[in-house]
């Protein structure tokens, strides 16, 4: 099997090979034909056939393409997809080669949009393997929002569903919203890459057995061959979890990567309360990271009973190794909730909440889990930790359970900056700001990211289709500057069971990119 750096290689290649026309103004889906494609490649648009030649002048339809375009399509093609919505669901078997995996990509400077309608199937199911699926749009216009037949329905199908037996394929700088789950990777498709993306606003209520709500940003699980990486994705408001890293009998949580993804406010729609992040199921979860992750959760949105920000372990279950570090915890009404492991190393996170900061259930925690060097923003003498069964303060909690780490009763005084690179396209990043120092704008570092004379275009996540809040021409220097007033995030299609949360001034999450 191929690794992940040559998937990463390939595909970075590709970008600087198409260089800045890869990362062009996008258009609306509504806009006339456009004019004859420059780009070496086969061509897909919405009045193509099955018929065409796949030339720009004799398109394919979408199914016809994913299908391999009659035989003509071979490893290291390119498949563009020219701008409009192509409605229904559809089926890709494609299948590259290690050395020369097969692209299929928005055309530079369209918006090409795959809706589902109101199927009952998933939007977009892949098969086949070494296939880079590259920026391009799944949603789901239905209205339905409230079903009754318990869990599972098809009220709102999955936007991209990767089947068994898929493999070495990659997912990068998608927008899916408005779907069921935005990805679900099967246990046994191996080797998944999920990059980029920004997937936002779906999922159901369902009134059946006691009520819940469904619609995971990723819903993820690994049987161990291989590995599963979700990195540097942005998810939010989802109806259900942001990141469910959850697998039952016959099924496994091993080999996953969660890496810098900006996880915030899932959940918050619906009536029921979900995390941003789990890793953890009835089956075990081992040899997995958790790291460099970014979650939140507006403070409107922490009632006493309500949101755990993320959850490592569930229930009882005893699991194997894993390596949480570096992750940036704001909100909730249980920052950081721990379940059971062999060995859990905990280093460098920042721990911020205003009510239970850590509950840990494992009583033999001293031995099995490794903290240190983490920073707790809650008042130390709070009654705020939680380990077996018993609530410490953060001194008595430190010493029941052997943690080295700080702890301090005030919030940051200093906005904190993330910038997160795209390792796909040149000149494109996710920029998360909490801005603990209530400033009206900030400067950001951008070195190594745009290049002196890059045009630059910068939306927020939020209104990811709509005006920038900051463009220019980078002159060098190191930074430019982002105002941070906030917008009011995008309505469900359909409409939401709780009204949306404004994140902004105080969080957001932008992304900056070549206009």
């Known amino acids: 099997m191929r690794s992940l750096g040559t998937m990463l290689t390939t595909a970075l290649v590709l970008c600087y090979a198409f260089g800045a026309l890869a990362c062009e103004k996008p258009l609306t889906p509504t806009q006339p034909p456009p004019p004859p494609g420059t780009h070496v490649g086969w061509y897909v648009a919405t009045t193509g056939t099955s018929g065409g030649s796949g030339a720009t002048g004799s398109p394919w339809d979408l199914q016809t393409a994913l299908s391999g375009g009659n035989g003509k399509v071979q490893p290291g093609d390119t498949i563009w997809l020219r701008v409009g919505t192509y409605s229904g669901t559809f089926l890709s078997t494609l299948t590259g080669t290690a050395a020369n995996p097969i692209v299929v990509r928005a055309y530079p400077g369209e918006r090409a949009m795959i809706d589902g309608g ?60 408005d779907t069921g789950h935005g990805f679900y990777t099967e246990n046994a498709a191996h080797n998944i890459v999920i990059y980029g993306c920004i997937i936002y606003n779906g999922g159901e209520e369902n009134s059946a057995t006691g009520g819940r709500s469904d619609g995971h940003g990723i819903y993820i699980k690994n049987d161990g061959t291989g590995w599963k990486i979700a990195r540097d994705n942005v998810v939010f408001n989802q109806f259900g979890f942001g990141i469910h890293g959850y697998a039952q009998a016959g099924q496994a949580l091993i080999q996953l990567v969660f890496d810098g993804n900006v996880l915030f406010n899932n959940g918050t729609p619906s009536d029921y309360q979900n995390p941003n992040l789990q890793l953890g199921g009835t089956v075990i979860a081992d040899s997995d990271s958790v790291t460099n992750n970014m979650l939140y959760f507006s403070s409107s949105a922490s009632p006493s009973a309500g949101y755990w920000n993320a959850r490592l372990g569930y229930n009882t279950l005893a699991n194997g190794t894993a390596f949480v570090h570096n992750n940036y ?81 005030t919030t940051p005084t200093v906005t904190q900056v993330f910038v997160r690179p795209n390792r796909y396209e040149a000149g494109r990043a996710h920029i998360v700001i909490f801005n603990w120092g209530s400033l009206t704008s900030v400067a950001v570092p951008v070195t190594g990211v745009l290049n002196s004379g890059d045009a630059y275009e910068v939306r927020n996540v939020q209104d990811v289709f709509g005006t920038a809040v900051a463009s220019g021409t980078y002159g060098g220097g190191g930074t430019i500057t982002i105002p941070l007033g906030g917008v009011n995030p995008p309505q469900p299609i359909g409409g939401s069971f709780q009204p949306l949360n404004k994140t902004g001034p105080f969080f957001d999450a932008f992304l900056l990119k070549h206009p």
Do not use: C, K
């Open 118 to 177: 109101t199927s009952n199937i998933e939007t977009l199911t892949v098969n086949g393997g070494y296939t880079v699926y590259w920026g391009f749009e799944v949603m789901q216009s239905s209205t339905a929002r409230l079903g009754t037949s318990g869990t599972g329905s098809a009220l709102r199908p999955t936007g991209v569903y990767i089947q068994p037996g898929g493999h070495d394929l990659a997912f990068v700088n998608l927008i899916i919203h």
């Open 329 to 409: 915890l704001v909100g909730g009404s249980l920052t950081l909730d721990v379940g059971y492991w062999a060995n859990l190393v905990v280093q460098g996170n920042t721990l911020n909440g205003a009510s239970t900061v850590v509950w840990q259930h494992d009583s033999a925690a001293p031995g099995t889990q490794h903290w240190s060097g983490n920073q707790h923003y809650r008042d130390p003498t709070a009654l705020a930790w939680e380990y077996r069964a018993t609530t410490y303060n953060f001194a008595n909690w430190e010493a029941a359970v052997g943690v080295t780490d700080q702890a301090q009763a």
